[in-house]
């Protein structure tokens, strides 16, 4: 198999930072076994990240909905930006209730999944089964 040249200068470049990879990997290592222990704190920590993820995507979508002004996108850009703005003030002055909401959600999520996995949901919501033919 020929070597090219371009795989032996790669692998010189990974030797190198090895290091820096390997010392990544710690940090990341001990930073999930304190998010382990201190669930609480890494749950208000995710949801402010959200916030501010929420936020800045807001204000991206809003300076696109503005350079889009004229189309058809803008009126919908600009409800969704602004969603986006108003959902991440929330959860960054109220990540506690933002967390306990979110938490609701994603149960009713599954729960609902699930009753529809198992057929209780999913045949009436459908109606292939009739209420009679139910065990």
Same mark, same amino acid.
């Given at each position: ?22 010392a990544?990997?710690?940090?990341l ?13 890494? +749950?208000?920590?995710?949801?402010? @990240? &959200?916030?501010? =993820?929420? %936020? /800045?995507?807001?204000?991206? *979508? ?40 979110? +938490?609701?959600?994603?149960?009713? @999520? &599954?729960?609902? =999944?699930? %009753? /529809?996995?198992?057929?209780? *949901? ?14």
């Amino acid at each position: 198999m020929a070597s090219d040249g371009k795989g032996t200068s790669e692998t010189a470049k990974l030797r190198r930072d090895f290091g820096w990879i390997a010392a990544l990997g710690v940090i990341l290592v001990l930073a999930g076994l304190v998010g382990l222990v201190y669930t609480g704190v890494a +749950t208000l920590t995710s949801m402010i @990240l &959200f916030g501010w =993820l929420l %936020l /800045i995507g807001g204000i991206v *979508g809003l300076l696109h909905a503005i350079q889009a002004r004229g189309t058809n996108f803008f009126w919908l850009g600009l409800v969704v930006a602004a969603l986006n703005i108003a959902a991440g003030v929330v959860v960054i002055s109220r990540p506690d209730a933002a967390a306990e909401a979110l +938490t609701m959600f994603a149960a009713l @999520l &599954f729960d609902s =999944l699930g %009753l /529809i996995a198992t057929g209780y *949901g999913g045949r009436r919501i459908v109606g292939m089964v009739s209420n009679a033919a139910q065990p």
